[in-house]
């Protein structure tokens, strides 16, 4: 499959949650030769897939998906965690974002539940633009790997993992009790924002990179 839209020659690229593309403020003005190293793979991979696009195909539905993923303690020097959150509509990728959280998770259930709040933010946030538009959605599902997380949300019973989480991340529950939006499961293997948060294994970024719609421009 990953032949046929000119897939299996690309190589994954490092992304900032590994240890060699980061920089401390000491080391911004002297970079290391591993930094430039880092630098230089991305442009390498830039220039390997200038032929890859976004596929936007005609007539696509309105259906809203939303994939949220962390990568715990990803990153070396604090141990904060990475958010990658996507959505698509029907097959389409609309929006996404990588970004590393402000608090630091002690658990994995904790940072994927701030992943979760974050991509059910960015759901009730696209519900209300498509309103301005004339169309309004039911509850927008959210693809999750991480069953605590999905049991969470539908049950308020506290426990030890969950007692380091802010208060008002639990608007996450609130909203899944109101219809908003639904947690659904997905598998790790299967979920697209995975290739937002960590570096992959050739075989399965492509894999991921092709969910998000990329593939070979046909002139």
Known sequence: MLKKFGLEDSKPMKTLMSTETKLTRDEEEDPKTSHLEAVKRI??????????????????????????????????????ST????????????????????????????????????????????????????????????????????????NPVQHSRTKHIEIHLHFLRDNVQKGSISIEKVSSEDNIADILTKPLKHEQFNYLRLGLGMMEQID
């Open 83 to 154: 958010s990658g959150i996507c959505t698509f509509m029907r097959c389409c990728l609309t929006s996404w974002f990588s970004k590393k959280q402000t608090t630091l998770a002690i658990f994995t259930t904790e940072a994927e539940y701030v992943s979760a709040g974050k991509a059910c933010q960015h759901a009730l946030w696209m519900k209300q633009a498509l309103v301005d538009y004339g169309v309004r959605l039911d509850d927008i599902p959210i693809m999750c790997d991480n069953k605590e997380v999905i049991d969470l949300s539908k």
């Open 43 to 80: 442009f390498q991979y830039i220039k390997g897939t200038a032929h890859l696009g976004l596929w936007y195909p005609k007539g696509s539905g309105i259906e809203t998906i939303v994939y949220a993923d962390s990568d715990h303690a990803g990153d070396y020097i604090d141990r904060k």
